[in-house]
């Protein structure tokens, strides 16, 4: 039940960021919603995929202080729902943009 509730929480936190910066910078909403998603969708991985920069930093710390490795965890397994969301949010940004420019795109 946690996992739904996460990938839906981010879907809102992302449309309301989307909504601020939209009407912060006196912009569209549709033309922020894929630059603002493929930011959101890079740092949810960066933060939450396996090998980010934040795990091999500690993992050379522990293993200039001790010598021991770290095993690292399978990248796919730590990929979150938060990642998930984010990307959900970039695919749908991205019809939406299609639908609502579909007479630049075919014409």
């Not at 009407?23 to 569209?28: A, G, P, T, Y």
């Not at 090998?51 to 200039?64: A, E, H, I, V």
């Not at 021991?68 to 397994?77: C, L, V």
Request: proline fraction near 4%; include cysteine.
């Amino acid at each position: 039940m946690k996992k739904p509730i996460i990938f839906i929480l981010t879907l809102l936190v992302l449309g309301i960021g989307n909504w601020l910066i939209s009407s912060i910078f006196n912009f569209e909403f549709i033309d922020v919603a894929i630059p603002f998603s493929v930011v959101c969708t890079g740092l949810a991985h960066s933060f939450t995929g396996g090998t980010n920069p934040y795990t091999q930093q500690t993992d050379m710390q522990l293993r200039g202080k001790t010598g021991i490795r770290m095993p690292f965890k399978n990248k796919a397994a730590r990929t979150s729902f938060v990642f998930f969301g984010s990307f959900a949010y970039f695919l749908f940004a991205l019809v939406i943009t299609f639908v609502y420019y579909s007479e630049y795109f075919i014409g």
